[in-house]
């Protein structure tokens, strides 16, 4: 049995497609990863395409190491060249051989979040600027937004022209973008920033990249945003052969400047090379499941969702285990109260979060109580930010619930590790 007979109709169609543009719409469970990794292998196997010529950008390294450890499986050894990794690796990788055309040593270094603080901070203090008006944060987040949509400090200066509030971050982000060159130093966001401006200023490294990846495919690609949709514009735009795999109904990133919008723009491009394939089949979710996501999807949005979804568990087709049908209903509630729409924003979202807190506390006691669920190991609570963990503290401690908070700090935030890196940085780049 050949590794493609376990894939179903839809799977196979997009593995086995060639050349020209594609459009994967994947829902939540759908099986893209095993899509991504067997279109690599395919092409290898059948296509005979160059592995060094084929590129898979993810959006987490957790991603792109699984992707890298199934197609080593399926090769049966070494990927043998293939590019398999995030939006911001590929750049450092492709920044450190050629940064110094657009005026930057290759030794650069990588600010994390305390280091653009620190020069914010430095910043603020010599143009006279309140940071109890203007906190360091709300220029870092003005500064990032800026660069994800490839705004330099003189076109955002022109953007925001008139804007009182606006126009101070032009100037604090004119006099970072100065600081961060007088120390060969890069943040997060230029990664992708400067790697866009070497391509639209050298066309010789541009086509040498549009050569050597001829074949890219794109995961999660409903939380790309400007700056990335433009990079990878550049590097397919020789060959066309751009797969891409998202869904639109699961965009968790606009807030870091994700824009569903380009998905949809490429969805409704019906130019003949281009093709659109629907992942329907859902492998993770029990039939509950499923139907509760698409029916929220038609009462919130009022369309049906464009990810509507069917199970479908035969374990002959996809190597799975049947799954038990479990009868505990799925809820939704909405705890937003009208009230709290006359407070300011900050005090809306804290009043939000505490009332959050308390309902899930009475939740978890109410079901304890009354359910065969008597562990509190039973119980998970997921959280979109770390914000809300300080509320549930508090709700779990008045309702008597004992709790683990998963919150480790990182390895390398720690102080000992802080100082470490500042020595080899020192060492590897004098000008920080």
């Known amino acids: 049995m050949s590794k493609y007979d376990l894939l179903n109709p839809e799977q196979k169609e997009a593995v086995f ?60 050894g070494a990927l043998g060249g293939v590019w398999v ?78 804007d009182t509030r606006k126009q101070k971050v032009a100037e604090v982000y004119r006099e970072y973008q100065k600081q961060l060159r007088a120390s060969n130093a890069l943040d997060f966001d230029d990664l992708i920033f400067r790697t866009v401006e070497l391509f639209q200023k050298d066309a010789e490294v541009l ?5 050597r990846f001829r074949f890219i495919m794109v995961d999660e690609y409903q939380d ?7 990079l990878v514009s550049l590097l397919a735009a020789k060959y066309r052969n751009l797969c891409v795999v ?39 979710s029990k039939q509950m499941i499923v139907d509760f996501n698409n029916d929220l999807f038609l009462r919130l949005m009022n369309i049906p969702g464009c990810s509507d979804q069917y199970t479908d568990h035969d374990c002959v087709k996809t190597g799975a285990p049947a799954q038990k049908q479990d009868n505990y209903p799925v809820e939704f509630h909405a705890l937003m109260t009208k009230a709290l729409k006359d407070q300011d924003e900050g005090a809306e979202n804290l009043a939000a979060n505490q009332i959050k807190a308390q309902y899930i506390a009475q939740q978890i006691l109410t079901m304890y109580e009354t359910s065969d669920f008597r562990q509190w190991k039973d119980y998970v609570v997921l ?4 914000a809300v963990k300080s509320h549930l503290k508090q709700a779990f401690d008045q309702a008597g619930i004992p709790y683990y908070i998963d919150a480790k700090a990182g ?17 590897i780049n004098p000008a920080d």
């Open 17 to 76: 497609h060639y050349e020209g543009p594609l459009l994967i719409l994947a829902g939540a469970g759908s099986g893209k990863t095993r899509v991504l990794t067997h279109r690599v292998a395919w092409l290898i196997e059948e296509k005979q395409v160059n592995p060094w010529n084929i590129m898979a950008i993810t959006f987490t390294n957790k991603a792109a190491g699984e992707m890298r450890d199934r197609v080593e499986t399926m090769l049966g």
């Open 207 to 211: 086509e040498q990249y549009q050569d």
């Open 246 to 284: 998202g869904d639109d109904d699961q965009s968790i990133y606009r807030f870091r400047g994700g824009k569903p919008q380009i998905m949809r723009n490429l969805m409704n491009d019906a130019r003949p090379e281009n093709c659109f394939i629907h992942l329907s089949s859902n492998y993770r």
């Open 224 to 230: 790309t945003n400007t700056a990335q949709f433009k």
């Open 383 to 386: 959280v979109r930010s770390h």
């Open 411 to 427: 390895f390398y935030q720690s102080e000992a590790m802080q100082i470490l890196l500042s020595w080899f940085r020192i060492l």
């Open 85 to 162: 990794a995030t939006f911001h690796s590929t750049c450092v990788r492709i920044l450190r051989r050629y940064i110094d055309r657009i005026g930057f040593g290759t030794n650069f270094t990588i600010y994390d979040g305390d280091d653009q603080k620190t020069i914010i901070k430095e910043i603020c203090k010599r143009f006279q600027i309140d940071t109890k008006l203007y906190r360091e944060r709300f220029f870092m987040a003005a500064i990032s937004a800026a660069k994800d949509e490839l705004l330099s400090p003189d076109d955002y200066a022109k953007q925001v022209h008139g």
